[in-house]
């Protein structure tokens, strides 16, 4: 009998307390899994979705010449079948490569002179070779020249909204500065803040900061319109020399009474003395009373600032605009001009700061195209303005899919931290995304609340080989792309056929660039088995667009509470890559966002179920997880009333019913290489750190055979 059937029939048993819930999942199917998406080899051209290499050619196509005349318009991609072998092209020095071939559909257009309009005057199409694709083999690498290498993946920052604070080490004063900023995969970066003196400012691309609501009235925002986004409003009645503000119980939560008491307003109780805070209890009688209104002093109102403008009936002119305060002199005109109700906005300076009021008052701007003009002046400076190329910049800046494009990550994690239901599949930003972040980072000011946390793993996401593929096809089609549009300009496009504008050399000499000079294409080591999957399940924080050793500090490096069952904690290497290149947990697996998954056995009714269901860092952060050797019976019941688990990375005694999930195995923890050292549990982590590194440099025998 062959080795390999001996093998096939070995018992493996296992010698652990815990048993095992579920096999060890395909350790290099992140590799495999990505690069399939990539290609989408064995999906029809019609039922191809729009990620690799569909993705790229939808983004650069059509391609249309200067004038409008023609189009280049992507049809359909497909593959010819493979011409070498793996083993040909180790023993022959060659790259294993797929020949890939793409239908494009040349239209060009009969243009009339004087009313604009185009019709089509002739469709070419034609299937062109657009040079060859490196193809994976079966074990997760590629052959390039005759050697084997692997693309490590890439941990990075997700796009989407982050918020922070600088600790109060920017300024003087020592006072907190808040900032927010909007990351896209492509495009203007958007950077939010707040000065010491409580004004927010917007910086675009990293260009001279202005207020913020020079924005939103080039987004067609009036003063009215932004005052009642940012803030509620209190209704103010006249009558007589009394002054009443109408009943609204969650706007009197946490505030003082004026300078009158409040009265209940059937029995004529006091309920709260002037000047003293408006208790719960109060606020429970008035709406008992079903109290229409409060009456307040006349001081109580001064200095308020008014929603919208108030005209004079008469005169027609404004007696006060809005955004701005009422003084005495202004009362005064409201009751000669017989107003006797108007709007204030609520302002307690507690929970509501003026941040936008004093922003607004900041802001000279009047009108929409003012606005317009101004942003491009600031981010074009010495370029003639004009209204309408300066809306056309603007558009093109944040809501074009040509030059901005957020990704699925990024609108997911804009709906996560706002709050919001919008399309995964918008990618680019709209108008009430800026507003929700200017409102959520004056909501953070005001309450001082928590900061983002961009070591956290549900910021940062994993880059494998298929994406990284696809952002230098990108490079290497918008190379391309500007010589189609300069031939079309150059030659009769009437004479010429798909194949004469095309020239694949551009992609190919990126792609080759790629594997042959990227730091994230390795040569694979080949030490011995373990060497291999490890290097294919490594992530590295180094590479284009992720760190620098020389920058990365010690908060990038360290072991985060939500790397349990995603990274490990042991292995990674000494020197000056600690921390920044790590390995996939045994369990881990990343998802189709880029998140780093892992499962957990579902618990219902402090009851151990046979379900397993994966969580990414963001979905578990406030779920009480048990450890995998709580005790439990023989139905799956806990045995004690308190469980040790874990709770937004901070492990207490919870109780055994409120228990939601359970980890799979203590191996969940460790990478497959620090699973292999027998108690780990009882060694030095550093000489862990060094064992795990280690095996991979053991040399393999000749002939291979089990222990037992």
């Known amino acids: 009998m062959s080795k390999r059937s001996l093998a096939m029939k070995r018992i493996r048993k296992n010698f652990g307390r815990i048993k095992k819930i579920i096999e060890i999942p395909d350790l290099i199917g992140m590799q495999r899994e990505s690069f399939r998406r990539f290609l989408q080899m064995d999906v029809p051209p019609e039922k191809r979705e729009n990620v690799g290499l569909q ?26 079948e493979v011409k070498h072998s793996v083993e040909e092209c180790i023993h022959r020095g060659m790259s294993y490569e797929i020949p890939l071939r793409i239908t494009v559909r040349l239209v060009v257009y009969d243009i009339d002179s004087e009313t604009g309009v185009s019709n089509i005057r002739d469709i070419k199409e034609q299937e062109i070779y657009f040079g060859t694709v490196p193809l994976m083999t079966e074990k997760g690498t590629f052959i390039i020249n005759g050697t084997e290498r692997v693309v490590v993946s890439q941990l990075h920052r997700s796009s989407g909204v982050f918020f922070d604070h600088d600790k109060g080490k920017s300024h003087s004063s020592g006072k907190i500065i808040y900032s927010s900023r909007i990351i896209p995969v492509r495009g203007s970066w958007i950077d939010l803040e707040i000065d010491p003196k409580d004004i927010v400012h917007i910086r675009i ?13 080039a987004f067609g925002y009036s003063i009215e319109d932004i005052l009642s986004f940012f803030y509620q409003t209190e209704k103010i009645i006249l009558r007589g020399k009394s002054v009443y503000k109408q009943f609204n119980a969650d706007l009197l939560k946490g505030q003082r009474a004026g300078g009158k008491d409040i009265k209940d307003p059937e029995t004529g109780d006091i309920l709260v003395k002037k000047g003293r805070m408006i208790t719960q209890k109060a606020i429970k009688r008035l709406t008992a009373a079903k109290a229409k209104t409060i009456l307040i002093a006349q001081d109580d109102i001064l200095d308020k600032v008014v929603a919208h403008t108030i005209v004079d009936p008469e005169s027609g002119f404004p007696i006060i605009k809005a955004n701005e305060r009422i003084d005495e002199e202004i009362l005064l005109k409201l009751k000669e001009a017989k107003i006797l ?7 307690d300076m507690v929970s509501t700061s003026d941040s936008i009021c004093k922003t607004l008052i900041l802001d000279k701007v009047e009108t929409k195209e003012e606005a317009i003009i101004e942003i491009y002046r600031r981010l074009r400076p010495g370029n003639p303005a004009t209204p309408e190329v300066a809306q056309a910049f603007i558009d093109n800046l944040f809501f074009k899919t040509t030059y901005y494009d957020l990704s699925d990550v990024g609108r997911l994690k ?14 680019t930003l709209r108008k009430e995304d800026i507003l929700l972040t200017v409102r959520a980072l004056i909501s953070l000011k005001d309450t001082q609340g928590a900061v983002d946390d961009i070591d956290h793993l549900g910021n940062r996401r994993v880059r494998a080989v298929g994406e990284l593929l696809e952002n230098q096809y990108r490079i290497g089609l918008v190379r391309m792309e500007r010589a ?3 031939r079309m300009s150059l030659q009769e496009v009437d004479a010429l056929m798909p194949h004469d504008l095309i020239n694949p050399k551009p992609v190919s000499a990126v792609v080759k660039e790629f594997f042959g000079t990227s730091q994230l294409s390795q040569f694979m080591d080949q030490t011995n088995p373990l060497s291999e999957t490890t290097h294919k399940r490594r992530l590295s924080a180094l590479g284009p667009g992720g760190l620098t050793r020389e920058r990365a500090g010690f908060e990038v490096r360290d072991v985060h509470p939500s790397h349990y069952g995603r990274i490990c904690p042991i292995e990674t290497p000494e020197g000056p890559n600690i921390g920044l290149i790590v390995s996939l947990s045994t369990y881990a697996r990343v998802n189709h966002f880029g998140f780093i998954e892992t499962p957990y056995r579902v618990v219902e009714n402090a009851t151990l179920s046979k379900d397993v269901k994966f969580f990414d860092a963001f979905e578990e952060r406030e779920l009480p997880i ?7 019976d023989e139905k799956g019941e806990y045995v004690n009333p308190l469980v040790t688990s874990r709770v937004a990375g901070e492990m207490m005694m919870v109780k055994r019913d409120d228990i939601e999930l359970m980890d799979i195995s203590p191996n969940q923890l460790v990478s497959i290489s620090a699973s292999l050292i027998p108690f780990l549990e009882n060694d030095d982590a550093n000489r862990a750190l060094m064992g795990s590194n280690m095996q991979r440099q053991a040399v393999p025998l000749l002939t291979c055979d089990a222990p037992l």
């Open 55 to 80: 993705a790229v050619y939808k983004s650069v196509f059509p391609i249309k010449d200067f004038t409008g005349s023609a189009s280049l318009e992507f049809v359909s991609y497909r593959f010819s």
């Open 205 to 217: 691309d990293r260009r001279r900061k202005f207020p913020v609501t020079i924005l939103f009235k």
């Open 341 to 347: 109700e108007f709007d204030v906005l609520f302002i």
């Open 414 to 427: 804009i709906n996560q931290r706002l709050g919001i239901k919008s399309p995964i599949h918008l990618r």
């Open 626 to 632: 048990a450890q995998a050797n709580a005790p439990v």
């Open 484 to 486: 189609i549009k300069e």
